[in-house]
């Protein structure tokens, strides 16, 4: 093959440094400076350069940040995400930042103030300055602001209510951020704090701002702390939480489940039980159906992970029957096997008042054990020693023929007069339907956190 020979005088492009980043700076009032970046060299020396080049002293003031909604600051971590084309800022440091915000929120002037708490509240997005303001013990003061608050601007809220509400809304944001960084433990604050916060879930129920913040703290507060757990139960109750549930905004609901998520995994086990029977009397079950799964919207990927979780710890309360096994001896689980019997035979006489000699009850109870469908007709309680399904499935049966007892009564009667090959036997096909739905339903296994 012919070669083919460039031309002297032509130039061939070489692609740019993999260390060299084509960016544009930007300053307030000035025109952008087009530069390249070096990554090999320190950053402290590439914002000096920026400084210098518009005459600006004490660089070491001064910051670059992303010029996209984000306004992360780039640090020596993060550098290597900058890419090709992207535009920074040129701004204060994290440190001055945070020292000037500090000193604003704390300003005698309602406007300044409220300006002041909505930039916190953006600023406090980015881990570099949420560090520095920690720091400056800025959780505390927030802390301080809220529990003030309410008695602070009694005044106020009649005045300017909104004014206020936005306030506050930008206090619980800022707050919510920063503490999301996981710089700073949730074993630290007051009750009085913990009061006021619950207290902003009915306060503040038509402010949605206030209201879903207010939740995610609560969801925060009883995930990370087994103390805080305690007092916020103690604070909030299903009750309260419910009517959230039936509005129409589908991130309050969201929220809602999960603060009633959280009460649920950290309760105690012989809590547990007693919650979910709270929940069964609030008809936790038909408000989810009604208001959130046949809504007239889609269901976003967090709610459906909320149910989700909702649905696992309570299947899971079901997990100690399950792998219960039937103990012959046990006279009260004797009962209740006798109790199905009574239901279905003798519905209309007292389960001991059978006449005849033992010997002919004995037959009697065999036989009719036989048309419940269990395969020890002599002992039936031994069909109910496997796990699972374990004494669930006994539960099970009970509670169809004492709910359904019309139902359970045809079932038994049209199964107890078919020949052998067409039965279908109540007791067995119980105890399997129950073995069959615990592992649809994946009773006992943990939650995962991307179902």
Not at 48 to 77: M, P, R
Not at 102 to 122: G, T
Not at 247 to 260: K, L
Not at 388 to 410: S, T
Request: proline share 4%; glycine share 4%.
């Amino acid at each position: 093959c012919p070669v083919v020979l460039a031309p002297k005088n032509s130039s061939v492009a070489m692609p740019p440094p993999a260390d060299i980043v084509k960016v544009a700076i930007e300053w307030p009032g000035a025109f952008p400076k087009l530069m390249e970046i070096d990554q090999k060299k320190p950053l402290s020396s590439i914002i000096k350069e920026v400084c210098d080049g518009w005459s600006l002293a004490n660089h070491d003031q001064f910051a670059l940040q992303h010029a996209d909604s984000s306004n992360f600051y780039i640090t020596e971590k993060n550098r290597n995400e900058i890419k090709n084309g992207a535009i920074l800022r040129l701004t204060t440091s994290p440190a001055q930042n945070a020292q000037q915000l500090h000193e604003r929120i704390q300003s005698s002037s309602m406007d300044a103030k409220l300006e002041a708490l909505k930039d916190l509240a953006n600023y406090s997005r980015d881990v570099t300055f949420a560090q520095e303001f920690i720091n400056l013990d800025g959780i505390s003061l927030l802390t301080q602001m809220v529990e003030s608050g309410t008695e602070r601007y009694q005044k106020l809220q009649k005045i300017m209510k909104p004014c206020f509400g936005d306030m506050l809304s930008f206090t619980l944001t800022a707050f919510v951020e920063l503490m999301d960084h996981g710089i700073v433990s949730w074993d630290t604050f007051s009750v009085a704090f913990i009061k006021k916060i619950a207290s902003y879930v009915n306060k503040f129920a038509s402010d949605i701002s206030i209201l879903q913040r207010s939740l995610a703290i609560l969801e925060s507060m009883v995930l990370n702390s087994h103390d805080l757990y305690q007092k916020v139960a103690q604070e909030i109750t299903i009750g309260q939480l419910i009517p959230h549930l039936q509005g129409t905004d589908q991130e309050i609901q969201t929220y809602t489940i999960a603060v009633i998520n959280a009460l649920f995994l950290k309760a105690p086990d012989d809590k547990r039980q007693e919650m979910a029977n709270i929940l069964a009397q609030k008809q936790l079950r038909s408000i989810i159906l009604t208001h959130v799964i046949r809504a007239q919207r889609a269901i976003n990927n967090e709610m459906a992970h909320q149910l989700y979780v909702l649905q696992v710890l309570t299947f899971n309360l079901l997990e100690d029957r399950m792998m219960t096994k039937m103990d012959p001896q046990d006279q009260a689980q004797r009962d209740i096997i006798f109790e199905l019997r009574r239901i279905a035979f003798d519905a209309e006489s007292e389960p001991n008042n059978s006449s005849g000699s033992i010997e002919k009850r004995k037959s009697m109870y065999t036989r009719d054990y036989k048309k419940l469908g269990f395969i020890n007709h002599v002992n039936p309680a031994m069909d109910f020693t496997q796990t699972p399904p374990g004494m669930l499935a006994l539960d099970n049966m009970l509670y169809f023929a004492k709910h359904h007892q019309d139902a359970y009564i045809r079932i038994v009667l049209e199964n107890s007069s078919r020949e052998d090959k067409h039965e279908c036997p109540f007791g067995r096909s119980s105890i399997e339907l129950t073995k069959m739905l615990c592992e649809i339903l994946k009773v006992g296994e943990l939650r995962k956190l991307t179902c």
